[in-house]
């Protein structure tokens, strides 16, 4: 090469591969309402008048059951805990064409239905109670034998049915003596407790006895962990003109 003389121009550049990162929404956590993990009421075998559980019932694997969604009472989404998911064979309706109601706590939310599946019971939604259509007597029955409905309480600020029964300092908010309707049927609250989900199946809460009603909601952990124990409430069928 002599003095003077261009040096030859480098060599070009391959282009740089195009990278395209997955698009990925982060919704603000207020945002999103958490079930935790409510509800797995333990049940046994079905049935006529047979509203106890077996002692023997256990819970589906949570990891086989995914997650569900849906909105709250207020429309907020919910995001569901491994172990809520109710699985398809539970044949969920969204209404029988009745209401419950218990005036003393504001609650009024349709009634729909829900099956068991292994033994378990998982409330397919946030905004309804649902009667457990193969434990215990039908709702139009309820002067034969107990009648069992189910829903949520959620955490972190949510409201689901639950949340009306049971305050998540672990207090139940309806007492004794308060009034609950379901459909055309009226009751009296005579009492609650407190009973954790690994010990459900087995408590002696459970018998069939004409006129009574209970209603299990899970109580939500205060950290927002997925809920560890149930809320019972039992009534009594008032009778006509009493």
């Not at 480098?10 to 993990?37: D, H, Q």
């Not at 995001?79 to 699985?87: E, K, T, V």
């Not at 259509?133 to 034998?145: L, S």
Request: hydrophobic fraction near 40%.
């Amino acid at each position: 090469m002599t003095a003077g003389t261009d040096a030859p121009p480098p060599p070009p550049v391959p282009p740089r591969p195009r990278t395209i990162l997955p698009l990925r929404v982060v919704l603000p956590a207020a945002s999103v309402i958490v079930a935790g993990g409510c509800l797995a009421a333990l049940f046994g075998s079905p049935g006529a008048g047979a509203a106890g559980p077996s002692a023997s019932s256990s819970a589906s694997d949570p990891a086989s059951t995914g997650s569900v969604s849906g909105r709250d009472l207020d429309g907020r989404p919910v995001r569901a805990d491994p172990g809520a998911s109710p699985l398809p064979a539970a044949s969920a309706e969204a209404s029988i064409g009745v209401r419950l109601r218990v005036p003393a706590v504001g609650l009024d939310v349709p009634v729909g239905a829900v099956s068991a599946v292994d033994g378990v019971v998982v409330p397919p939604g946030f905004r309804s109670a649902y009667w457990v259509r193969d434990r215990g007597r039908p709702v139009e029955d309820a002067e034969r034998g107990t009648v069992v409905l189910v829903m949520h309480a959620l955490s972190g600020g949510g409201r689901a049915p639950g949340n009306a029964i049971v305050r998540q300092d672990g207090t139940v908010r309806v007492r004794a003596g308060d009034e609950v309707r379901v459909g055309d049927h009226r009751y009296r609250v005579e009492a609650s407790r407190t009973v954790r989900k690994s010990g459900l199946a087995a408590d002696a809460l459970w018998s069939d006895e004409p006129g009574r009603l209970l209603v299990v909601t899970c109580l939500p952990s205060p950290d927002g962990s997925a809920a560890t124990r149930n809320v019972v409430v039992a009534a009594r069928l008032v009778p006509d003109g009493s």
